[in-house]
């Protein structure tokens, strides 16, 4: 039993400082951003309202952004699943003393180290909480703001407007992909009740694995094509 050590503080260090510079570098760094899944997704949503618009029938588009919808509302709602067990975990730093010390290279931790490895999961989890809820409510203004574009090609306020949509859209997936970001690196922070080492290779390969996503998968290359 052991609170925090001189390693515990370094793996966390390493965890928020791969959250942080990743997440800078690629939602604020313009030269690095354009190269990424998310700005070719973006206008690809920008290309989406501007054929939205000229379309009379928009079932299909209203359809769509119903399915962003399902998807941001079903991560949301798993996250406050989540919250609601990591408060029980916060409750019995027993339990969780005799559960991981039984594990292979895992330290069995004092309830004060307990309860901050356990805080630390609670508020990573709360910030997914709001960016994806914050995502479903832009996605729901989207489909206000489509719903009063002009079908008339004369108008126009039509081009504006359909760019307009075009711009809470991408605000939208903006906070829907920092959401997902927390889930990854939510995933990691569990690393950190077995070992601080398993919370610093997670935190490593959670940014590798965003990165050859956004940067290096075919998804990219077939967006960017």
């Known amino acids: 039993m052991h609170s925090l050590t001189l390693l515990d503080w370094l793996a966390f260090g390493v965890f928020a400082a791969s959250w942080a510079i990743y997440s800078t570098l690629v939602d604020r760094h313009p030269a690095l951003r354009r190269r990424s899944v998310i700005a070719a997704m973006d206008e690809h949503r920008r290309r989406w309202m501007r054929v939205m618009a000229t379309r009379d029938n928009r079932i299909m588009d209203t359809n769509i952004v119903g399915n962003l919808m399902n998807s941001t509302s079903f991560l949301a709602n798993t996250a406050i699943f989540i919250l609601g067990g990591l408060v029980a975990m916060l409750g019995s730093p027993e339990l969780g003393a005799r559960v991981f010390g ?23 989890f709360v910030r997914a909480f709001f960016e994806l809820t914050w995502a479903l409510r832009q996605f729901n203004y989207c489909s206000i703001v489509m719903g009063g574009i002009s079908q008339d090609p004369q108008d126009p306020g ?26 990854y690196f939510g995933l990691a922070a569990l690393a950190w009740i077995l070992h601080p080492l398993a919370l610093i290779l997670a935190s490593l390969l ?20």
Not at 158 to 183: C, D, I, P, T, W
Request: charged share 25%; aromatic share 8%.
């Open 158 to 183: 039509q081009a504006h407007h359909a760019e307009m949509a075009a711009k809470v859209a991408n605000r939208a997936a903006g906070h829907f992909n920092s959401g997902l970001r927390a889930y």
């Open 206 to 225: 959670v940014m590798r694995e965003l990165y050859r996503r956004e940067f290096r998968s075919v998804v990219r290359e077939a967006l960017r094509s």
């Open 102 to 124: 039984a594990l292979p290279f895992a330290t069995a931790p004092d309830p004060a180290a307990w309860e901050m490895k356990i805080a630390l999961l609670l508020l990573i």
